[in-house]
Nanobody, 122 residues
Framework: VQLQASGGGLVRPGGSLRLSCAASGRTLRDYAIGWFRQAPGKEREGVSCINASGGTTYYADSVKGRFAISRDNAENTVYLQMNSLKPEDTAVYYC????????????????WGKGTQVTVSS
């Protein structure tokens, strides 16, 4: 599976962005999908996960209530809607696959995509 995250950019605090994770080479419907981020000088952290069917989601406490993960298996794409963005959300965001939601929450990912930069600044 080849993954590509897109949709990042520069946004002011309080603004919104929608990230997309598109796949090629294999269907995403067999996988749970996770979004992760890594800020300069910090360890990578899990942001959100969604199971294969899209019926169950997980969010890190730091983004709960602000971010929403969704998927369109027909389009082979997963989304991360990010609202009420804060400067501390600034990071490179990555999407990745896992064999289950549990594995995703444990950061046990198997395929990783290239990231997209999100910068939140006034």
């Amino acid at each position: 599976v080849q993954l590509q995250a897109s949709g990042g950019g520069l946004v002011r605090p309080g603004g919104s962005l929608r990230l997309s994770c598109a796949a090629s080479g294999r269907t995403l419907r067999d996988y749970a999908i996770g979004w992760f981020r890594q800020a300069p000088g910090k360890e990578r952290e899990g942001v959100s996960c969604i199971n294969a069917s899209g019926g169950t989601t997980y969010y890190a406490d730091s983004v709960k209530g602000r971010f929403a993960i969704s998927r369109d298996n027909a389009e082979n794409t997963v989304y991360l809607q990010m609202n009420s963005l804060k400067p501390e959300d600034t990071a490179v965001y990555y999407c990745a696959t896992a064999t289950s939601l549990y594995r995703c929450i444990q950061s046990g990912m198997n395929y990783w995509g290239k990231g997209t930069q999100v910068t939140v600044s006034s």
